[in-house]
């Protein structure tokens, strides 16, 4: 029985797919594409030293699973690799692999940026997260940021690789530190 394929997977075979000359431009294109908002352009040292790998991950790490996909077709459309974008997209939702993206996506995926610019006291938030989904090195990174928006900026760098659990770890946390802006946002759609 075949295995079914990921998001990342579809991502990774439309940059697998590039010539290098077209790879050099999508990280050209990317580092000037316009980003959502509450995120990020991936820095150009990081960028340029990618290969299809690492470029994946980059995208996933900056853009979430959400995000990533719509924002690596929409680099491609504008280089002129549209064949690669639409299978990217195409076989994305074929596969149902954005079914649980906007109906089912969780809600510390769902309220990003307004959880990041937000969120008053990070610290109680992260002693709850310690040990369980955050190790030493982690809380440290995190806690050496200035302003709560770098910490939870920080800390949503690490969201991508985390399952549901963890998510509702997070969401918990956050709840019962800033209960009023959890029940602000609930009220939202």
Not at 62 to 78: C, D, I, R, S
Request: hydrophobic fraction near 40%; proline fraction near 5%.
């Amino acid at each position: 029985m075949a295995m079914a394929r990921t998001v990342r997977d579809r991502l990774l075979e439309a940059l697998d797919d590039l010539t290098e000359g077209e790879l050099q431009r999508f990280k050209a294109k990317l580092r000037d594409f316009p980003v959502p908002e509450g995120y990020s352009h991936i820095p150009r040292g990081r960028l340029e030293k990618a290969g299809p790998v690492a470029l994946a991950d980059l995208l996933f790490q900056f853009y979430t699973e959400a995000k990533a996909p719509q924002m690596a077709a929409g680099v491609l459309e504008a280089i002129g690799c549209k064949p690669q974008a639409e299978r990217l997209l195409l076989g994305a939702t074929r596969n149902g692999m954005q079914a649980t993206v906007p109906r089912e996506q969780h809600f510390i995926d769902r309220h990003r940026e307004a959880l990041i610019q937000r969120t008053a006291t990070v610290e109680g938030i992260l002693d709850m997260l310690y040990g369980t989904i955050l190790d030493d090195e982690q809380y440290q990174a995190i806690s050496a940021k200035t302003t709560s928006q770098e910490k939870m900026r920080e800390l949503y760098k690490l969201v991508p690789s985390w399952n549901r659990d963890c998510k509702d770890r997070l969401y918990k946390a956050i709840k019962m530190k800033n209960k009023f802006l959890i029940d602000d946002l609930e009220g939202q759609p």
